[in-house]
C-alpha cells in the first residue's frame, strides 16, 4: 500500500485542457453568472478521470504484485530445484572418484597378474622344452639300451642254436 502511494506521488498530475482558463474562457466566464459553476464543474471531471486512472493503476500494480509473488515462489521453487541438483552433482563426483580409484586399483592388480601369467607361460614353455629334451634322452638311452638287449638276445640266440647245433652235431 506504501508503494501505492509513492507512485501516485510520483504520477505528475495531468489537468484536462478544459479546465484551464484561457483568454475566451476568462470572457465567457465574465459573461456567465456563475462561474465557479464551471470551475466546479471542471474539477469534478478532473478529480473523476484522476479517480478512475488511480483505480485502473491499483489495480494494474495488484496484478504486477501478485504476478512478484507467483514469480518469487516459482524462483524459490527453482532454487530448492538447483541446490538439489548441485547435491546430486557433488554426490555423483565423490562416487565417481571413488569408482576412478577402484578402477585405478583393479588396473593395477590387473597388471600384476598378467606379469606373474606372463612369468609363469614362460616358465611353463622352459619346462616343457626341458622335459621333452629330457623325454629325448630318456627314449634315446632306453633306445640304446633296448638296442644292447636285443643285440645280447642275438648273440645268446645265436650262441643257444650253435650250441643245439653242436649237440646235434655231436650226437
Keep these: 500500500m ?4 509513492q507512485m501516485l506521488k510520483s504520477t505528475p498530475l ?10 475566451d474562457a476568462s470572457l465567457a466566464a465574465t459573461k456567465n453568472p456563475h462561474p465557479l459553476h464551471n470551475i466546479s464543474s471542471d474539477s469534478y471531471k478532473s478529480s473523476s478521470l484522476l479517480e ?7 489495480e494494474e500494480l495488484d496484478k504486477i504484485s501478485s504476478r512478484a509473488k507467483k514469480q518469487d515462489v516459482q524462483l524459490l521453487h527453482i532454487l530448492k530445484i538447483r541446490k538439489s541438483q548441485e547435491n546430486k552433482i557433488d554426490e555423483y563426483k565423490i562416487l565417481l572418484s571413488e569408482r576412478n580409484k577402484t578402477v585405478e586399483a583393479l588396473s593395477n592388480e590387473l597388471a600384476v597378474k598378467t606379469l606373474e601369467l606372463n612369468k609363469n607361460l614362460d ?3 622352459l619346462l616343457k622344452s626341458e622335459n621333452k629334451l629330457l623325454l629325448d634322452r630318456l627314449l634315446l638311452e632306453k633306445s640304446q639300451l633296448a638296442k644292447k638287449v636285443n643285440d ?5 640266440e645265436s650262441m643257444n642254436v650253435s650250441k643245439r647245433l653242436n649237440r646235434l652235431n655231436t650226437n
Design 2 to 5: 506504501l508503494e501505492k502511494k
Design 14 to 23: 495531468v489537468i484536462p485542457p478544459q479546465t484551464l482558463l484561457t483568454p
Design 52 to 58: 478512475k486512472r488511480i483505480r485502473l493503476l491499483s
Design 123 to 125: 616358465r611353463e614353455d
Design 152 to 156: 645280447a638276445n642275438e648273440y645268446l
